[in-house]
């Protein structure tokens, strides 16, 4: 069972848990709670066998994620920022990048700030052909704080990375396309059958691969790691799993394989 939050609304459909981030009134900026609440639907989503995937997306047709909720941090000292930041990274950012489960962001209007930086940390984007993205923290005097100096970086290039966050310019949909920002632009109405296209796909693969496949992934843009030998490492193990048992008799039987993710 998936928890009640106030500012997050949840539903499971064909193994999917789809997670609306619901202040449409303040455009879904995120705020402590809603950061708390995030967190602790994903702890709990993370431990459900039959939710194979997560799409995140935000209430009504404007708004992704317009950013953190100013207000809240207007009066900060630097050692409040600095948790602000710390506590972001740990609880929502680098723990949707690290998910065992694959997160996609359905990007249904303006992503910017905080918002950005939430679907640069899922795993694949989709956007509305509406979506505005950009990085806007130098405008208030501050620097992106929830990852953004350095996954947009890995996203885009270095290049682009520095002229949108030091001109605080916000990018369109197609342009974020061109430049390797989203996977997919859709209309509105199509955003979500786009994302459940691809869980569909998900859905038929080993739940043990795809986790080990994230993790591998990933270990090739951490800095104390050789994403190579983690790649031989995990890929030896692959061996030992029921997962790759059930694909390879499948294979050999010429069956569609019935995956338990399941490791050893």
């Given amino acids: 069972m998936i928890m009640t939050a106030e500012s997050i609304l949840t539903e499971i459909k064909n193994g999917v ?17 809603t950061i708390e609440e995030l967190h602790e639907t994903l702890v709990d ?15 009504g047709t404007k708004s992704f994620v317009a950013g953190a909720d100013i207000l809240e941090f207007a009066n900060y000292s630097i050692a409040e920022g600095r948790q602000l930041s710390s506590t972001g990274h740990f609880k929502i950012f680098n723990f949707i990048e690290n998910y065992s489960k694959p997160v996609i962001a359905a990007v249904n209007g303006f992503a ?8 640069m940390a899922c795993h694949m984007r989709v956007a509305s052909d509406n979506a505005k993205m950009g990085l ?5 005097g501050v620097i992106p704080g929830y990852g953004g100096t350095q996954r947009l970086a890995q996203l885009v290039g270095k290049g682009k990375a520095f002229e949108m966050i030091v001109t605080a310019d916000m990018i369109n949909a197609q342009d974020a396309y061109k430049w390797g ?3 997919y632009v859709t209309t509105q109405e199509e955003l979500l059958n786009k994302c459940f296209e ?14 080990t496949a994230i993790k591998v992934i990933n270990a090739g843009y951490n800095s104390t790691l050789n994403g190579y030998e983690v790649e031989i490492e995990e890929f030896g193990k692959s ?7 059930e694909g390879i008799n499948a294979f050999i039987e010429k069956r569609k394989a019935n995956f338990q993710g399941q490791g050893n």
Avoid: C, Y
């Avoid at 848990?17 to 709670?33: E, M, S």
């Avoid at 431990?47 to 799409?55: E, V």
């Avoid at 910017?112 to 679907?119: F, K, M, P, S, Y």
């Avoid at 691809?198 to 986790?211: C, E, L, W």
């Fill in 136 to 140: 806007p923290e130098v405008s208030l």
């Fill in 181 to 183: 920002l989203v996977n």
């Fill in 112 to 119: 910017l700030g905080g918002g950005l930086e939430l679907a």
């Fill in 239 to 245: 061996f030992g799993t029921n997962d790759f048992k």
């Fill in 17 to 33: 848990l789809v997670i609306t981030i619901n202040r449409p009134d303040k455009l879904n900026a995120l705020n402590k709670q």
């Fill in 198 to 211: 691809i869980t569909s796909k998900i859905a038929t693969k080993s739940p043990t691969a795809v986790r």
């Fill in 45 to 59: 989503a993370e431990n459900q066998k039959a939710i194979r995937a997560i799409i995140l997306t935000g209430a």
